[in-house]
């Protein structure tokens, strides 16, 4: 049985690649509201720490987990919605 | 129920790709910021599917709590501050992976959990004052310049090795909280000290690079609670912003390490000999060689996010085509305070994109244009990137606005620019000085064409 942490790392590396192929392209208009999206992914540390905010027990890591879902939650919902709001202005020529 | 949370899980990480991909194209990009959101959503409903969640009350004041702040801030923040406001959100985001990883701590943990839990806490903590020193230094909230002092490396040094002794302890005695307490501390500390002595004028690549460890620090928060989705979407980002990151650094022909550890623009200032005089101009006089000019291009910088001329600037381009000429603009990538701040600040003011160009598209036109502006930029249309071996920026590639036929630069007054370097565009013999503010400068441009 291989063990569960060479499954991760074979993940990261997978996606380490694909995060570079994905970006090398991206053209120099774009460089802000991507990295600003990009920022907003990052926030997903939300899902790691739901699964710690909810126990149920009243103990330190309950509490840790709870201001991590409020930090990431303001990660991901501002850095979506800042984007959003950039992206909705660029516009082409018309004609 | 797990099969299927872990079913979630892929569609999410298909949806963060998809989302990414589409974000690379002007025209599809809103909507790839929405497929990313829609798997963030996935991720985030599965998350709540798991079992071993029996008290949903913290979590949810958590969403209200971090949502609220999160949303109204996005929606009042002003474009010119864009780069501060991603700088603040990605140290929150950086807190609260060291914060998982501080909860991820359990009596029974393995040692591979353990330095997954140690990284996740460091570059979370990095991350964050990191971000915060970041947020100061574009906020001008605390002092903008490189601060540097004697001793420095050593003290760097020095905390590196703290962290290296108390993370080796760490995970020989996990159950002693003293070192896990010194790890985050010394990490924290050391967010301060990589950035105090980075200038302002560097901070493009400093954002993209602690992006890029936001994600990174989420990707060890995954190793530290076993969750695939964290280290596929960490990794993701981690990868983006370090592309990010050396696009920036070739834009400026320097290296990471370079930037990072320089001190660049901290004001030694060399005495090169420029020949010729300064030649100022008024704004009547600037406006009859407009008015004659068929090819203008449009140069900003930093200088034009602070004068919010953004507007005036469309403005102008407006009349300028009604008179028959043909204007563009050329966005050097490092011009601004975040990569592409000044495409953003130009499309806020409806500017279309078609008509931004990128540095390597306008040079080749530079000879036939007839009058280049230059709104707040300095360094980025420096000739003596190009033709002085002693300028600290020899090498960069500039946008070469002195090959156009005349330069009006437009300028609050002749002290130097960030970098502190002198500049010899303004000595040519084609350049004019437009002094004052930008933004009245060229409304006095405005009225003389209506």
């Known amino acids: ?95 | 129920m797990d099969l299927l949370i872990q079913f979630a899980y892929i569609v999410s990480a298909a949806l963060f790709i998809f989302g990414l991909k589409q974000l690379g194209s002007p025209a599809t990009a809103r909507r790839g910021n929405t497929i990313s959101a829609l798997g963030m959503l996935v991720a985030v409903v599965a998350a709540l599917l798991d079992q071993g969640i029996v008290d949903f009350q913290w979590i949810v004041l958590g969403f209200v709590v971090g949502g609220a702040i999160g949303g109204a801030a996005a929606r009042m923040v002003q474009m010119t501050s864009m780069p501060e406001m991603v700088a603040l959100f990605n140290g929150f985001g950086g807190l609260a992976s060291l914060l998982v990883g501080w909860a991820a701590l359990s009596p029974t943990a393995e040692t591979f959990t353990l330095v997954t839990i140690i990284l996740s806490i460091l570059i979370g903590g990095v991350t964050f004052t990191g971000s915060l020193i970041a947020y100061g230094k574009l906020s001008e909230t605390i002092g903008s310049g490189a601060l540097l002092f004697r001793g420095q490396q050593v003290v760097n040094s020095l905390i590196v090795l703290g962290i290296l002794g108390s993370s080796v302890m760490f995970c020989m005695e996990p159950g002693n909280s003293q070192w896990l307490y010194l790890v985050i501390g010394l990490s924290l500390v050391f967010g301060v000290m990589v950035v105090i002595p980075i200038g302002g004028a560097d901070m493009p690549v400093v954002i993209s690079l602690l992006n890029s460890y936001s994600g990174l620090a989420a990707c060890a928060a995954g190793f530290a609670v076993d969750n695939n989705i964290l280290i596929v979407a960490g990794s993701l980002v981690g990868a983006s912003g370090i592309i990010l990151t050396q696009i920036m650094c070739k834009a400026m022909n320097r290296s990471l390490g370079n930037v990072l550890f320089s001190g660049f623009g901290s004001g030694k200032v060399e005495e090169t000999s420029v020949e010729g005089e300064i030649k100022p101009i008024s704004v009547e006089d600037a406006y009859y060689v407009l008015e004659a000019a068929s090819n203008v291009a449009i140069v900003p910088g930093y200088g034009m996010a602070v004068a919010q001329a953004q507007h005036v600037v469309k403005e102008l381009t407006e009349l300028l085509e009604q008179n028959g000429t043909e204007v563009n603009f050329g966005i050097h990538p490092v011009a601004g305070r975040m990569p592409g701040h000044m495409n953003v600040l130009l499309a806020e003011a409806d500017v279309p994109y078609d008509q931004l160009l990128e540095m390597d598209d306008i040079n080749p036109r530079m000879v036939n244009v007839d009058v280049a502006i230059v709104i707040g930029a300095n360094d980025v249309v420096n000739p003596a990137a190009r033709e002085s071996e002693s300028s600290p920026i020899y090498g960069m590639p500039v946008i070469n606005v002195d090959s156009a036929r005349t330069v009006f630069v437009l300028k609050r007054s002749m002290a130097s620019g960030f970098a502190g370097i002198e500049n010899p565009l303004f000595y040519k013999d084609n350049t004019r000085m437009l002094f004052g503010d930008a933004k009245e400068s060229i409304g006095g441009l405005i009225r003389e064409f209506s």
Not at chain 1, 31 to 50: D, E, K, Q, R, Y
Not at chain 1, 65 to 74: D, M, R, T
Request: aromatic share 8%; no cysteine.
């Open chain 1, 1 to 95: 049985m291989i063990p569960a942490e060479i499954f991760l790392t074979f993940i990261l590396m997978l996606s380490i690649f694909l995060g570079f192929e994905l970006i090398t392209k991206v053209p120099a208009t774009l460089h802000t509201p991507l990295m600003s999206g990009a920022n907003a992914i990052s926030g997903i540390t939300v899902v790691g720490a739901i699964s710690l905010a909810g126990t149920g027990n009243q103990d330190l890591s309950n509490w840790l987990g709870a201001a991590a879902v409020a930090l990431a939650s303001i990660n991901v919902v501002g850095g979506y919605l800042v984007t959003d709001r950039m992206l909705s202005m660029f516009k082409k020529k018309e004609g």
